[in-house]
Every structure is written in C-alpha cells, then in structure tokens.
C-alpha cells in the first residue's frame, strides 16, 4: 500500500507541474523513524490551500485537477503505518518555487517489533 502514496505524490508533481518540472525523491533514516521527500519545481502549492489539501473531495486549484482524492488516500495510508505527511514549500516562503511533500513513517521495528524467531533461524541456515 506505500506504493499507493509515492504512485499519488509523483503523480500530483507530474500533473500539476509545468512542462520540465523536476521531482527529486528523497530518504533519510532516523533513529526511530524514516521520512520520505518528493520535492518539485512545479507552481507550488498556494498557502490559503494547504491546511485543506489532504482533505477528502479538496481537488486542486487548475483546470488538470482530479477528484480530490489522491492526497486524502496518501494521508489514510501514512496514518495506516503510524505515520503523518505533510506539505511545505520547496523553498521556504516561497510558495510558488515548488512544492515539498513528506511523510514520516515509523521504523518497522517500531510498527511490528523484530522479525520472529522462526524466521530469523530460517534465514541463518546455510
């Protein structure tokens, strides 16, 4: 299912940016968690927008828009795992250089404790 979310981020970068935008993924582990970046050079995302943007039927602002659904979906399945997402400017205070989605997700470690024995002495064989 965490698929679905990168499937729906990638796609609003591609079908809300301009002819050229560029997407850069990113991943950066922590200690307890991992969080995950796709960051575009598109329009960005306006501020009076954002507090609503992962709410469900909330389509976009052009005339590409969907049904509204993508980012809620992305947002149900982050919560799913444990997690949260969100939406921030490329560029800090400057809405209109791009948009930076991120969610932030539990280790696994966290979310389902350590693999179980029984695999661990599966995978150990030789």
């Known amino acids: 299912l965490l698929m679905e979310v990168f499937t729906n981020l990638v796609n609003n970068s591609i079908k809300f940016g301009e002819p050229g935008v560029e997407i ?7 200690d307890e968690t991992v969080e995950v970046s796709v960051v575009d050079t598109g329009p960005g995302v306006p501020d009076q927008i954002k507090p609503t ?3 469900r039927f909330k389509p976009g602002t052009n005339a590409r828009s969907g049904k509204g659904l993508g980012l809620y979906i992305a947002k149900m399945l982050v919560t799913r795992y ?16 791009g948009a930076a989605f991120r969610f932030t997700l539990p280790r696994s470690s966290q979310v389902y404790g350590p693999p179980p024995t029984a695999a661990r ?3 150990s064989r030789s």
Do not use: K, N, Q, Y
Not at 24 to 30: D, L, Y
Not at 86 to 96: I, L, M, S
């Open 53 to 55: 943007l992962f709410s």
């Open 24 to 30: 850069e993924i990113c991943v950066e582990e922590g």
């Open 82 to 97: 444990g997690g949260w997402i969100r939406v921030e400017d490329r560029v800090p205070g400057r809405p209109g250089e």
């Open 121 to 123: 002495a599966v995978t």
